[in-house]
Nanobody, 115 residues
Framework: QVQLVESGGGLVQAGGSLRLSCAAS????????MGWYRQAPGKQRVFVARITSGGSTDYADSVKGRFTISRDNAKNTVYLQMNTLKPEDTDVYYC?????????WGQGTQVTVSS
């Protein structure tokens, strides 16, 4: 079992920045990939960004050029740097880790962007 703890969410004005962190209880170098999803109340989770064990990254079209995912293997932490935030980025953001056939989720962190 892998525990994931997100932090870094909050309230920010449009155009501002936030950095989300996802700390894992196990070595992230053993994960096939890790990343972030977002979810609005009553809606399905939507993919935001992913980073593979080899360091390749992938982003949703809506965040390309504004968000950057990265990782620090020594700290077992994955980050999501979010710049030029828009009100439509408001959601709960969830970190995930995929290893073998299992997917693990964090508890989520609220991001609210005011106009």
């Amino acid at each position: 079992q892998v525990q994931l703890v997100e932090s870094g969410g909050g309230l920010v004005q449009a155009g501002g920045s936030l950095r989300l962190s996802c700390a894992a209880s196990d070595s992230i170098s053993t994960m096939n990939n890790m990343g972030w999803y977002r979810q609005a109340p009553g809606k399905q989770r939507v993919f935001v960004a992913r980073i593979t064990s080899g360091g390749s990254t992938d982003y949703a079209d809506s965040v390309k050029g504004r968000f950057t995912i990265s990782r620090d293997n020594a700290k077992n932490t994955v980050y999501l740097q979010m710049n030029t935030l828009k009100p439509e980025d408001t959601d709960v953001y969830y970190c995930y880790a995929y290893r073998g056939l299992s997917t693990y989720w964090g508890q989520g962190t609220q991001v609210t962007v005011s106009s």
